[in-house]
């Protein structure tokens, strides 16, 4: 746990923020101005029940039962009902780190005063936040027209039923709340459709999932940087200039950090290199990060307004002393731009399938055939190529669009969705196996320097360092042995982000 | 564990055989000739040994490396060589039962004589499952081209390296091995390639696929009838003459097996039914079941062959005197019919969830909206039709085709490949979920029928049990409940088979 | 135009008469036992008639207009509406051979009896085929479940409305009937929605698409066969027990094929093998079009059960007094085939292109690079793996599926739907794309013939003949030219079925 | 023609300037800076040619031929040559003010100074553009990696060979430019690589789809308020306030337009609205319209830069006295944002089928089934949703992503590819299938219109243009007629930009 706060105002939650809480576990604050907001949208709705103005999913049924009208006496079994009712979701469970970043991401919007639900529910939020209590949160169920069937079990934690985990240990809900000294709370009007009626699940794992790749795109630039060195590749193509001439944002971030990453290198003497020009997996390396770096800038910008602004609906606006229905929990943009991403990344697993390769292809390297030590006794990496290629086949049927599949349903009204909790879960996936892919890659790139005969052969002081974090836990290959357990190990480094920490990045 | 014993022949596996072993824990014996044959094939290899011929992975290298020559003195090395150096597998580990069934075909097909291996690794296979050691085996890896990056594992077992289960335990393979009373085999020429190439890992899984599916396709038949029942269907399409017109195979069995099914049902009595033409989902179910048939026997008719014939190269010919190079690991023909296979049941998903949301409409039924017992008080079956729906997204997702995804590896020999353990595996993952969207319908379908006014309401003995078993679990919906536990339980209910077993199907 | 007559019985249809009278222009004849069919089954219908028994789009509405009931006075007007406002097609415009296959898969159905049509208007079938008049039918919008929305088009020559081809001139249908002497049919009951609805439209151009394979799976063993000598391959995969040891039908077929066009090969000799495994796009070539035939048997059995059975909704049951509402036009079961086979063919499109590349490369065949004949001064074949790999990602994105992509329309009645006309119309792409990749596959085969320096170098009786027709269109390229026309001629070549007549295949 | 003039500058390039050169003819001049620019980058490569420094495809060969030297008196056949040999393309050809697109993009990009070309050859694309002669150029080939397999075709004509259009009438190259004065260009050295390598054909195909898409969208605007209006929908989802609390520029952009659009509309009335919440594809329109919009917006940047930049390899560098190999042809960011693009349009499709559907529905709408003016005797609207849901399964098909197909080629160096030609080619054919798909809404939307009993009942001034506008070409459906034709029709009315010129957008 961090000793960190973090202070939410509604406004400023970032992708940083979420998985410092999320992950690192620091706690939340709420801004005052937040707070003020939180009780005048309450005030604000407990004068509308009392004008019988007709609001959806507060006195009147939701979906196609919109229609029915809720009589004032049923105000709280009503909300008990809407969310045990919500409950039709489908494990495996979200991992605890979601569940967190779930929480905060829904607990942010709710402080920009357009939900008008109880102020006792923020508090809720926080306090199981704070007091390390997740709802168990089976991630599968919703179709992203708001994650009304997942997120009904973090509303069901707080009314005490169903399950949760208590500082890690799953048990009762009930229990965990008296472990934390916390009450179940009493649903008033507009509470169960506030509780359930947000794309918070899509968001908080698709924050994380961005969090994730923020990390990786530099691991990408790392292990392509080191490949490079290890296949005595062309710089030409890093050029300053030469970059420039495109302008594209992500090409020239890559550039730029793969040209930092080679400082000291040898492949910067003059004429080394072996070839005028390299195989496009190396020379256009940049210019592929680049595409997932451009689609996550762009699915940032789009993030940071989702994670700021209400998806509510209906939408409490006080200025027009309206609750107002409205179809702002439509979140397709950002889901096709996760779409996008997928596809941009199956194109960086593919050219670091084809590096890895190429390392591996003696007329390209000059070294031995698939990296041997001792071309007469050990096999070495032949066979590797394929569950890189296996793997590359799986991040490219990941990548298949899922988002426009669907149709009409709950009485024919929500007739469009963006599937989006399964886009972000299939992007997760895609980079759970990038991690292996560049892993592999690295296991080849380290092997490809111990092998360089050439005296001039020097390692650049990133690359250097990376060497000595792989060679830390995968000795050189001398003799054929189980690569099983390699891949794991490769595996294990990138993912723990202990590659980036070394080199401060 | 199961006291029957299944005598291998080389040429009479079946897909229910298959499944008695690896699940039921049935063991394994050799039919005589088989073990003659077994012998032979191991002579006839010993005498090419000595004569010199340059034979694949025998006395040279295998894939790029298949132009390296392999000195006599280096067999012993090389083979254990082969076996660690393929040992390039990622997790997550194959089910027990898969391991079981991957080492039961793949003993199957060394009984035709066509491998030349060591007699003693046949006698190890026989061992390993009579005796309930099984391999830890990670099941991504293989690109279909046998599937020698994670069949490697099964040898390390045998050589008593990596890790094994015994009784269900995990442990060091030596030590699972020495605890069953075995020593670790000593290998021999030949026998490293011909412990990993094979195509055992994909038939194995896909052999344990089909075991499900002809049990989920006869589920879907059981869920369809009673959902008729439920719907007040009405019953003109399946009759048995105006089905014959057609002839399709798939499409008759089911249409017979729902007629029997419904036998005893209101649905016969006249002008019953609900409309003249009930919606397509309904009307032309056995038309889909029929076609997740006729992929089915389609598929099963390949399995035959390939559980039943060498997947060796080089294979061993004793007629000609020769052991000859071929592509018989090649088998894409069944991956292809896997692919088809997974679209089909897209089909009969999707049917299932529309069958399912008719149901839950009032002008289709007749019966209240969503189902539910109390329009002013309960929500009832509003919201479950998301799962259904995200589920459903997610089959049409892992329905795209992926075995053509592939490009050279290996030093640019293996230019084709198939994917087919992934293929299989995304078809067990389509089944998975069907036993959710059956179970979501089948809740449908007792709520309906619950619910049902008509005094000439009454279920078949087929629905009668059907409904009593769901009853056992899923209590009728009075109030609004958590749903989620409701779908897990008519999951585990089909999952396992109960229905089938109480229906005598 | 043939002279030939192809007879109907209404059981015995197969692709090759559907090809003989839809592309050859056989005349059709009724066997005589399938017109008194015809005659009792509309006499029958004349019997319900006047007993007022309700029928489906007889004398009540059709779709979700089905409870409508229509009045016999309005029989006449309600079949030409029915005709009319079924006109809901979208261009582009079927060719006409795929029209006439779709007039004469429907009238061969109609002999069944289960029908009860008109006579005169199988007789104007019969007419239109026979005189040679085509309707103009556009062929999108029919999603498959009886593609009423453009078979409509073909009732409406008919009845003298709309365009038609009169002996290949587009003209009014009025005035195409005119001129070939027929008279505009009067409809009677049943007969609009009889005309209608069928699956005839992806039937006929599915039968044709079969047709045309038929063939091009003999012209990629003739390519792969060329191939393979210019490439010196090796032939022990091909060996007959090697191949008869799967028993896998469709591989075994190749093989022996390919067997039969190497027959006085210098491949026979002894040793003259490049090597003693080649690239799997050589060595599994058979399994590859294995997997094609045995799809496309599959596939075939479906078909002939198509061709020759009724799909007719109602359908009329004499043996029980009844019209019967059903199901029958649900053809998911060969949709899905048709898309399994499109993904055979992709994995026959990619080995061939990998086939190419290898052919250009060097050091797998000791000739040139890019079969240069000058390195100095010809770039010869570097570029056109461009257009090959261009055309083959075109063709894995049209084997993607589409079959299940659909959703309620018609009143929520129709809820399910195969896309069948576009699953088969994306097949027919595929097919013409191979054209160009086995195209440019042949040029790069004989090239490299022409560059064989060895003197046992010696073509089959096959392969010259092979050689021999190329020539006669590509000359051999001793200087760069523009290669945009040679890969056009030999698109030509090979669709026009040239080299199969002149090999007697 | 028009009689307006782009001045190209090199860095002032624009999606509309583009459709004004390509569409509508203008005529094209160099601003006076980037005609020093064009010198300038010539005289340095004449000097690089003394100093026999090597430079890729100028004194070596390309490709994997880029290591054999090219020695001085072979320049000018070595480019003639690389012209010829390029020419590796296929059919269709691209539409003519495609091919006038890919020259002022290719030139636009000459004009910066990175090409070192001859300024002739900028010279003759200013003259086969402002002269009217477009070359024939066949539009697929192309993996992206620079378009080489076709621009080649336009590199053919400038030398006087193959065919092309003068003044929209093909004839040989020659001829053509004979016709226009003009001479056909001999080639120095680097000019046959400067002329083939660009992605001018993606990029000037993919500007031409932006161009439609600009007004596509805003046209999807208009069918959509107009649907609105005859489904009397709600328009609290429009209010400005809960637009702007999302904040996500593509959705605010639609609100705002379709609010525009409904200025006078009746539903702005209190309580006119059908319901307090409408079916998503009504509700969420703008929002899903947006997705489409942020996506283009993101393209646009990009392309913004594509078209203003060079993307030459290698890239001539004054600065660092050099020519660099690079590779600033990779244009996968774009590529996926197209994909991206598709998959939004894939829901606006979905969205707008729905809408239609809806309006067809009597439940939704109040108007009769399937909105027949006569339910006794007028089929209407029922067959219609077929081949709306046939163009929706094709989109949705095409959507599909493509861009990460391939494997490496050229000698294993081209070993990463974007397929953006295709890319581009499938949005087209998108773009087109929408033009029906809105078309038939907007069919359903004057139908409804019509038919609409309300006295309130008025269209806004917008409405009632576009009402005004489909009667025109299209009448009220009284009777049953062939739909046909009416589907053609609406397509011409929207594609032409008929309804944005009257309604001034």
């Known amino acids: 746990m961090d000793n960190r706060t973090v202070v939410l105002t509604g406004d400023s939650l970032t992708v940083e923020k979420v998985a410092q809480v999320a992950i690192d576990g620091a706690k939340v604050e709420f801004a005052p101005a937040a707070q003020q907001e939180l009780q005048k949208s309450r005030e604000f709705v407990y004068k509308l029940v009392n004008d019988n103005v007709p609001v959806y999913g507060f006195n009147t049924g939701v979906g196609a039962n919109k229609d029915r009208t809720v009589a004032a006496e049923y105000y709280n079994q009503f909300n ?5 009712s919500h409950c039709v979701a489908v494990g495996p469970e979200a991992a605890l780190p979601e569940v967190r970043a779930m929480m905060v991401v829904r607990l942010n919007t709710l402080l920009l005063g357009y939900t008008g639900m ?20 089976p991630e599968r169920g ?21 399950e949760a985990y208590y500082c890690g240990k799953k ?26 009626s947000s794309n918070a699940l899509a968001a908080g794992q698709g924050v994380l999932v961005m969090h994730e790749l923020k990390k990786l795109i530099n691991l990408a630039d790392i292990i392509y940087s080191f490949s490079l060195e290890a296949f005595k590749g062309n710089v030409s193509p890093l050029d300053e200039e030469i970059n420039r001439v495109r302008r594209f944002q992500g090409q020239n971030e890559s550039a730029a950090q793969v040209r930092r990453l080679l400082t000291g290198s040898y492949l910067w003497l003059p004429n080394i290199a072996n070839a005028l020009q390299d195989p496009l997996c190396f020379r256009c390396a940049c ?11 762009y699915l940032e910008e789009l993030m940071n307004i ?9 939408c409490v606006l006080m200025s027009q002393n309206a609750i107002m229905s409205c ?27 084809f590096r890895t390769i190429k390392l591996s292809t003696a007329h390209f390297t000059g070294l031995p055939r698939f ?97 000595q974090k792989i060679r830390e836990i995968i000795p050189f290959l001398a003799q054929d042995r189980n690569l099983t357990t390699d891949i794991a190990s490769a595996y294990k480094l990138l993912k723990s982000g202990g590659l980036l920490d070394v080199l401060h990045i």
């Open 171 to 196: 048990m009762p809900a009930k229990e965990a709340l008296a472990k934390a000294g916390l009450q179940p709370l009493i649903l008033g009007p507009k509470d169960g459709l506030a509780l359930v």
């Open 118 to 137: 109880s102020p006792e529910i923020a508090y809720m939020y926080q306090n199981l936040l704070n007091k390390n209590i997740t709802p168990v949160v």
């Open 306 to 314: 989702q994670m700021n602004s209400s998806d509510d609906n209906p």
């Open 371 to 467: 990296l041997t030590p001792d071309p007469e006794h050990v096999i070495a990496f032949g066979t590797i190529q394929k569950p890189l290629t296996a793997l590359d086949a799986e991040i490219r049927h990941l990548a298949n669009p899922v988002s426009m599949d669907f149709y009409a349903v709950a009485g024919d009204i929500e007739d469009h969705a963006s599937n989006t909790p399964y886009v972000v879960q299939k992007t997760r996936k895609i980079v759970d196996n990038l991690y292996y892919i560049l892993g592999i890659e690295a296991i080849h790139a380290a092997q490809a320097c111990d092998l360089r005969p050439e005296k001039e052969f020097q390692l650049g002081t990133a690359g250097h360092t990376v060497q």
């Open 142 to 162: 919703s179709i992203g027209e708001a994650d009304i069937a997942c997120l009904s079990h973090i509303a069901l934690t707080m009314i005490g039923e169903g």
């Open 80 to 84: 008990v009902n809407m969310v045990r």
């Open 327 to 353: 179809g702002n929990f439509e979140v397709v943009n950002w889901a096709v731009a996760f779409e996008m991403l997928g596809i941009a990344l199956s194109h960086l697993s593919r050219a670091a399938c």
């Open 287 to 297: 210019h592929i990060h680049g595409a997932v770096r451009d689609s996550l800038h």
